[in-house]
C-alpha cells in the first residue's frame, strides 16, 4: 500500500547524506535534499490515512452521516445480547 512505501522518502535521504557525507558528489541539491525528503514522511503519513479510512475520507469530502445516525450497537445484527452470553 501506498503507506507502507513512506520509508522510502527516509531510504532516500540516507543515501543522499552518504553521497554527500564521503563527498561522492558535490551539490547543493543532495545537502539540501536530505530535509526534503524527511519532511515528506510526516507530511503525507496523514494524509494517505485519510485517503485509506472510509469514515476519514468520507468526512473530509462532505459525506459524513449526519450526526446521530449511527449506530453504537457492538452486537452484529439478529444477534441479541442473551444469545451471546448463551454461548
Not at 61 to 70: D, F, V
Request: proline residues 8%; positive net charge; without cysteine.
Amino acid at each position: 500500500t501506498l503507506q507502507a512505501s513512506l520509508p522510502i522518502f527516509f531510504l532516500l535521504s540516507v543515501i543522499s547524506f552518504i553521497i554527500v557525507k564521503r563527498q561522492l558528489l558535490d551539490s547543493a541539491f543532495f545537502e539540501h535534499s536530505i530535509f526534503w525528503y524527511t519532511s515528506f514522511m510526516p507530511a503525507l503519513a496523514p494524509v494517505i490515512t485519510i485517503y485509506n479510512v472510509a469514515p476519514f475520507r468520507n468526512f473530509v469530502l462532505g459525506r459524513a452521516p449526519p450526526r446521530g445516525t449511527m449506530s453504537m450497537s457492538s452486537a452484529p445484527s439478529g444477534v441479541s445480547h442473551a444469545q451471546k452470553s448463551s454461548r
